[in-house]
């Protein structure tokens, strides 16, 4: 059975997020819809592989799914994968009490992708626990819910749950980036009213690390329509943020419109690249020419 985080740790989570735990819109679509929502494949074959995990595992009963996802991640396991991930997540640094198994990304995708869609009792589960690769398969899952989704009712709903019940579960940056351009900024990016409320009222002026990189790294989905306000407005704001994870994510999505408008990014850099700090300033000049990374890059911090 999936073991959760100490009580400890989530009363510290709590106590750090300024996310209301109810939203400021209801639900329309309960449990048992998406429950019974199929992933639909063009043409892909089911394999006896995929087949075996569900009958292996028993979704009908939340405990007992719980229970076989769980003894199956740890045959995967792997210590010498575990010891290198849990420095390179910087696990003790950020205190989440986190515990890396050690299983690669993709037998993560190939697990979640044989057992369908599973149901929120099911996901809850799955991102209340200490482990790692629990949580991610948790995320993992509800994406490709909203992506194959194409009921409007439904997306909400899935965007409910995130932020409302899966939230204090997305605490790494792996986490992070695999979720919020793909649920936040795609569930917000035509909805300006919620999108504000979330994105520059809740997200960004969090205490939480998590959620403001959550801010940031959704407006990637709205790169790729060429809408570029979001992103430089929060770029501005996050300016003087204090942690290395954040610099890096800001930099990465400069970066990534940049290379949609190098225009609109020449213009961001020109007005604040002194004030920058250099993590976020490499990372955002990566795809400028070489000429232009060296003026940049001289350009002393006020």
Do not use: C
């Not at 979640?112 to 899952?141: M, Q, T, W």
């Not at 990566?286 to 911090?301: F, G, H, P, T």
């Amino acid at each position: 059975m999936v073991e959760t985080r100490s009580s400890k740790l989530k009363s510290q989570v709590r106590n750090e997020t300024v996310i209301p735990v109810k939203s400021s819109h209801k639900r329309v679509v309960d449990e048992t819809t998406l429950t019974s929502t199929k992933r639909v494949r063009t043409g892909d074959t089911v394999t006896n592989k995929e087949m075996s995990f569900r009958d292996k595992f028993n979704l009908e009963n939340n405990e007992s799914a719980l229970a076989d996802i769980h003894s199956y991640l740890l045959s995967k396991a792997s210590k010498k994968t575990s010891t290198f991930l849990t420095k390179y997540f910087r696990v003790e640094e950020y205190k989440t009490g986190d515990i890396i198994l050690g299983i690669k990304v993709p037998e993560i995708r190939f697990l979640s992708k044989s057992l369908d869609f599973l149901p929120f009792p099911i996901l809850r589960g799955l991102i209340k626990s200490k482990y790692h690769e629990e949580r991610l398969l948790a995320i993992i899952n509800v994406v490709e819910k909203y992506k194959t989704s194409q009921d409007s009712t439904i997306q909400e709903s899935i965007f409910n749950f995130f932020v409302e019940e899966m939230i204090s579960g997305v605490d790494n940056w792996d986490l992070v980036d695999t979720s919020a351009g793909k649920i936040v900024g795609a569930y917000l990016r035509d909805k300006p009213n919620l999108k504000r409320f979330w994105l520059f009222e809740k997200f960004v002026k969090s205490n939480r690390l998590w959620d403001r990189r959550i801010a940031i790294v959704a407006t990637q989905h709205f790169i790729k329509y060429g809408e570029y306000d979001d992103t430089l407005e929060l770029a501005e704001i996050l300016l003087r943020d204090e942690e290395d994870l954040i610099h890096k994510a800001t930099g990465w999505t400069l970066r990534e419109m940049g290379k949609k408008s190098n225009e609109t990014l020449i213009k961001f850099l020109d007005q604040h690249a002194q004030d920058m700090p250099r993590v976020m300033l490499r990372y955002s000049i990566e795809k400028l020419s070489v000429q232009e990374r060296k003026k940049y890059m001289k350009l002393d911090k006020k």
